[in-house]
């Protein structure tokens, strides 16, 4: 096996967030789940609920971009597969990924839709609350998909918000196929309970067929998939599953289970959380950069900690300081 060029190579969704204040009124006004994420099926409806928006802020996100953005961040090489189209949203996306260091190159999608946008709502106890319109970026195609950089990252790295459309999903498919063949290791984060609800039965078949290395959840992800009550028997029963289970919980902190070895971690201390947005998907950063670099379980914890700390800390999924910094403090 040669050495890889990339840690991580990760495939996801490329969409630009548009982030403003909100009311807990106003969220159930909308109708929707606090601290969920719902899809928006039209460009029209998701204009429809702009307009209805205080004032924005736009950064770049996408579960998958951000993670990487953080490995990034840290010091990590890293790469990106995800759709965007040919419009301003589009350039905004991959002009900031770029800027993170992160490899970009997917070929743009010419006509509609329109790049990927995710309406948030931050509550002032920080809680986001997303509307999501997928956009361009649910046509990824396998055709998109660079066989070479997959082969040539040590990690591949999946989001389960993107199996949701199909041309996507088959894509994944194709790129576990590319790693496994490379010998890689694949990392897979759950996303969201909505994405368990809907598909469930295909991440517990990835999992049965030992397809994943690395698996992210948080405690509500982690009991639908288990189709359990509680989060002790929950992590048992996956963590007999995959050779990496890895836990956060909120305030509570996190864990990770490898092979019999578990290891915890308490949630970093803040003064306030601002914004809960990118808080797991910097975890997963700071986790795999860990993992990447050869330390424990629980040091690879510790990181995955101080930097969804970090993100917590301000508006935006991306960082504000000087993660490499962060790390060092951690010896």
């Known amino acids: 096996m040669t050495a890889p060029v990339h840690d991580v190579v990760a495939i996801g969704n490329a969409i630009v967030d548009i982030l403003a204040q909100a009311e807990d009124s106003f969220i159930e006004e909308i109708g929707v789940a606090k601290g969920s994420m719902q899809l928006m099926f039209s460009p029209e409806?998701?204009?429809?609920?702009?307009?209805r928006m205080g004032p924005g802020r736009e950064v770049s996100g996408g579960s998958a971009a951000n993670t990487v953005a953080g490995i990034a961040a840290l010091g990590g090489r890293c790469a990106f597969?995800?759709?965007?189209?040919?419009?301003?949203l589009g350039q905004v996306f991959?002009?900031?990924?770029?800027?993170?260091?992160?490899?970009?190159?997917?070929e743009v999608r010419a006509?509609?839709?329109t790049t990927a946008r995710c309406l948030i709502f931050v509550t002032p106890d920080g809680q986001r609350t997303m509307n999501t319109f997928l956009g361009a970026s649910q046509f990824l195609p396998e055709k998109a998909l660079d066989r070479d950089l997959i082969a040539g990252g040590a990690i591949l790295y999946l989001e389960g918000y993107l199996w949701d459309p199909e041309e996507p999903r088959q894509a994944m498919r194709a790129a576990i196929e590319i790693a496994r063949n490379a010998q890689r290791k694949v990392a897979f984060t759950l996303?969201?309970?909505?994405?368990?609800?809907?598909?469930?039965d295909d991440f517990r078949k990835l999992i049965a067929e030992g397809l994943v290395d690395i698996l992210f959840a948080n405690e509500n992800e982690l009991l639908a998939l288990a189709e359990l009550d509680d989060c002790e028997d929950a992590i048992a029963k996956i963590a007999a599953q995959v050779p990496v289970l890895v836990v956060t919980r909120s305030e509570k902190g996190a864990v990770a289970i490898s092979n019999g070895e578990r290891a915890t971690v308490?949630?970093?201390?803040?003064?306030?959380?601002v914004d809960t947005t990118g808080a797991g998907d910097l975890f997963a950063a700071g986790f795999l950069h860990g993992q990447a670099q050869g330390w424990s379980l629980?040091?690879?914890?510790?990181?995955g900690a101080v930097c969804a700390a970090e993100i917590i800390s301000h508006y935006g999924a991306?960082?504000?300081?000087?993660?490499?910094?962060l790390a060092a403090k951690l010896g």
């Open 45 to 51: 409806e998701a204009d429809a609920l702009y307009a």
């Open 81 to 88: 597969i995800g759709q965007v189209a040919d419009d301003q």
């Open 94 to 106: 991959a002009h900031d990924l770029r800027a993170t260091g992160v490899d970009f190159a997917t």
């Open 111 to 113: 006509g509609q839709p």
């Open 191 to 200: 996303s969201d309970v909505f994405c368990i609800s809907r598909h469930g």
């Open 266 to 273: 308490p949630a970093e201390p803040i003064d306030k959380v």
């Open 298 to 303: 629980e040091k690879s914890l510790k990181l």
């Open 318 to 325: 991306r960082p504000e300081v000087d993660l490499k910094a």
